[in-house]
């Protein structure tokens, strides 16, 4: 991955998305942003469910803002947590899988995919492998 989130980085991550989201017979919305949570790109799938169109996106911001996967918020972000209402801030954000940090080859974070409209697991599982870590 280059050093930023250029536009065939973008194009590359919603593709490992698609691909996987189709082996397995999921119809999901991918949303890739930018490190300051502004999206670069963003693909709906045929049948995709539409209220899941901001989830991805706010998946993806939450991870790019925080530099944290959106999973690994969540447990911090439930009720007595040390952040928790951390969804309520920043126009609304979401902790739980699905969004995933985008790292450049020196290991900076460029940005974060999100995924929404499969099972939480696999939205987990989609976004990593869109993000080319797993």
Known sequence: MPSSLSESTVQHVIERARALAREQNFAINIAVVDEAGLLRGFLRLDDAVPGAIDVSIKKARTAALFRTDSLELGAAAQPGGAIYTLE???????????????????????????????????????????????
Do not use: K, P, Y
């Open 88 to 134: 309520a801030t920043n126009g609304g954000l979401i902790s739980f899988g699905g969004g995933v940090v985008l790292h450049d080859e020196q290991g900076q974070a460029i940005g974060a995919v999100g995924v929404a409209g499969a099972t939480v697991e696999a939205d987990q599982v989609i976004a990593l492998h869109a993000a080319g870590r797993a």
